[in-house]
């Protein structure tokens, strides 16, 4: 049984007469925070190992005495979990002093912070699929979800309103405009479900527990930020860019204006553009996530970051950032299905030609989006060319082994996922009746004929 967890970022519509109550309840949950802290953390550690870590034994000595302290108003699950974080918060501290780095003691009543964040469980909260109730010092809140216009595709699509998917503890965030539900959704996975075997019409499996099936992925600093070696095409690199540029823009601005409601707004907007850009690479990741799951691969294949930091080292530094996110998001959103995220060397993928019968490499080969061969003639867009690259070499080299290749029938078992089907390494060609009619670029190759150039 695999447990996987996703967190859902929600904004809340709270009722204008109710957020003094969180302002409010914040108070005494960041006391027992704090005071969670100063058990923890005896006066001058000399070591690691004088940091308490144990929420058991902190919650032991300290929740008689913060129940009384708070006057029973703090409902009593929410002092449970004030001092649960603090222990995580030293926790982490005690992890970086053992790997060299020292961090002072965590300060809950930070006065450079705008905003604040408290944990709810199920005790102190109700979840539901359009809105969520939370326990404060005023009695309960029921707070509506805002919903994204186009629901189909979205993380809260995908999870809130998928009831194979369960609420767990979660957090509410208020960032010092609004507020936020970090939903944590938990779903246990069995023995089931994405890779079952398939039978044909023999009653033999056609897809056994040892097939390697590949899907190249291909990132890009202009045009679609993501493209598959199936011709899926994701994100908008440009417009990204664009908006990069306009946040830049207007920073600076404030940043000349030098008065202190200027200063104030350039304060409220920190980490507005990243939490943007953070939930991009996420839009982007959940695409790809759910294109592995269509075509039932089994590993999915980025390009070697480090030969991207080179080869874009003159573009702004965020688009490294991106990059790294969008693999890292990848990675973690399909854990639970047991898909293998990994990365190979994209060199000269973009100037190689991707037919298998062709074996040219030239940087003639390329201009722009346009990827034409110099040799066979070999026509599509320059992106989806090398996002099958990308698949083929990682299916060649990084699962080359024959025991990888073949199952005892001696029949291919790795395989590149393409438009209409796999490839295997042998260079024969499988079509599958999950076929994409989704062509964004008309230069895509298909149809039967032209099975060996896919």
Not at 220 to 242: E, I, K, P, R, W
Not at 403 to 426: H, I, K, M, Y
Request: charged content about 25%; some cysteine; aromatic content about 10%.
């Amino acid at each position: 049984m695999v447990e996987a967890n996703r967190t859902v970022v929600i904004p809340l519509k709270i009722p204008s007469e109710s957020r003094s109550d969180f302002h409010q309840t914040i108070l005494p949950y960041l006391y027992c925070q704090q005071e969670a802290v100063e058990h923890c953390w005896p006066d001058s550690p000399k070591q690691p190992a004088d940091l308490l870590t144990s929420k058991q034994d902190a919650e032991n000595a300290l929740y008689d005495r913060l129940r009384d302290e708070t006057n029973e108003q703090l409902h009593s699950n929410l002092v449970q979990k004030a001092i649960k974080d603090a222990t995580s918060a030293i926790s982490s501290c005690k992890t970086s002093w053992e790997n060299g780095d020292r961090l002072s003691k965590p300060d809950f009543y930070d006065r450079e912070r705008a905003g604040y964040t408290m944990t709810y469980d199920k005790r102190a909260a109700t979840y539901g699929r359009y809105e969520a109730t939370f326990s404060t010092l005023n009695g309960t809140v029921t707070c509506r979800y805002e919903l994204p216009a186009e629901i189909e595709g979205t993380p809260y699509g995908e999870y809130i309103l998928d009831r194979r998917w369960s609420f767990s503890t979660s957090k509410l965030v208020f960032d010092g405009e609004r507020f936020w539900l970090h939903a944590v959704m938990q779903r246990q996975f069995g023995d089931d479900p994405v890779y079952a075997p398939t039978t044909d019409n023999s009653g033999s499996d056609t897809q056994s527990e040892d097939t390697h099936r590949v899907l190249g992925v291909d990132l890009n600093v202009d045009g679609a930020t993501a493209v598959t070696s199936t011709g899926q095409f994701y994100g908008n690199a440009d417009a990204l860019n664009a908006y990069r540029s306009e946040q830049e823009q207007l920073r600076g601005e404030l940043q000349q204006t030098g008065t202190r409601s200027a200063h104030l707004r350039f304060q409220q907007r920190r980490g507005t553009e990243w939490r943007y850009y953070d939930q991009y690479a996420h839009h982007v990741a959940n695409a790809i996530k759910q294109e592995a799951l269509r075509v039932r691969a089994t590993h999915v294949a980025f390009e070697e970051l480090r030969r991207i930091r080179t080869r874009i080292s003159n573009l702004p530094k965020f688009q490294h950032w991106l990059f790294k996110k969008v693999r890292t998001y990848t990675e973690y959103k399909l854990e639970g299905y047991g898909v293998t995220v990994d990365t190979t060397n994209p060199e000269y993928t973009s100037q190689g030609c991707s037919r298998t019968d062709c074996e040219c490499v030239d940087e003639d080969n390329r201009d722009g989006k346009h990827f034409e061969c110099v040799e066979c003639g070999y026509t599509v867009n320059s992106d989806y060319n090398a996002a099958k690259n990308i698949g083929f070499r990682y299916l060649c080299e990084e699962l080359s082994s024959p025991a990888s290749r073949t199952c005892s029938s001696g029949q291919a078992t790795s395989q590149l996922a393409l438009v209409s089907g796999t490839l295997s390494p042998d260079g024969s060609f499988v079509e599958h009746e999950w076929v994409s009619t989704d062509k964004p670029h008309p230069q895509q190759a298909s149809g039967r004929s032209s099975a060996r150039a896919q």
